[in-house]
């Protein structure tokens, strides 16, 4: 699979069932539908997902895992967070650009739980030597 973004040849990271595809280049990451609320362990890809489609903004981006002619659409993650996310309308993956992923909010406040999901997804993936959180010191 190449990278939505920069068309870079993307690296799949199996993970406890599921698969993670990172860009090496650009280091965004895609999540195929429902993968993203399992390494949040929310119940749900994108909370609040009615409301933020409603503002959702087409993109120039292609979908890098179903080629649906629709593009990927920008939207919040949640309302009232920064974080914006890009969407395939058809196949439902999301992109999370780099350093986007500690923005998550029930993300950053696990940082540093050595059980959670996204510190295990995040440990796995550098030990092939990709740092998806950029983390202080
Ligand atoms: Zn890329
Ligand atoms: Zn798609």
């Given at each position: 699979m190449n990278c939505p973004k920069c068309h870079n040849?993307?690296?799949?990271i199996h993970f406890e069932g599921v698969v993670v595809d990172f860009c090496d280049a650009c280091k965004g990451i895609w999540f195929d539908e429902d993968e993203l609320a399992f390494t949040t362990e929310l119940s749900t890809d994108i909370p609040?997902?009615?409301?933020?489609?409603?503002?959702?903004r087409t993109t120039e981006y292609a979908c890098p895992r179903c080629g649906s002619q629709q593009k990927l659409?920008?939207?919040?993650?949640v309302p009232v967070e920064a974080l914006l996310i890009d969407r395939c309308p058809q196949c439902k993956g999301v992109w999370i650009d780099k350093g986007e992923l500690p923005k998550i909010e029930v993300i950053a406040a696990r940082i540093g739980d050595s059980k959670s999901k996204i510190m295990l997804t995040c440990r796995q993936l550098s030990t092939k030597g990709y740092e998806i959180l950029e983390m202080k010191a």
């Amino acid at each position: 699979m190449n990278c939505p973004k920069c068309h870079n040849i993307m690296h799949e990271i199996h993970f406890e069932g599921v698969v993670v595809d990172f860009c090496d280049a650009c280091k965004g990451i895609w999540f195929d539908e429902d993968e993203l609320a399992f390494t949040t362990e929310l119940s749900t890809d994108i909370p609040n997902i009615s409301e933020v489609e409603k503002d959702a903004r087409t993109t120039e981006y292609a979908c890098p895992r179903c080629g649906s002619q629709q593009k990927l659409q920008e939207m919040k993650f949640v309302p009232v967070e920064a974080l914006l996310i890009d969407r395939c309308p058809q196949c439902k993956g999301v992109w999370i650009d780099k350093g986007e992923l500690p923005k998550i909010e029930v993300i950053a406040a696990r940082i540093g739980d050595s059980k959670s999901k996204i510190m295990l997804t995040c440990r796995q993936l550098s030990t092939k030597g990709y740092e998806i959180l950029e983390m202080k010191a």
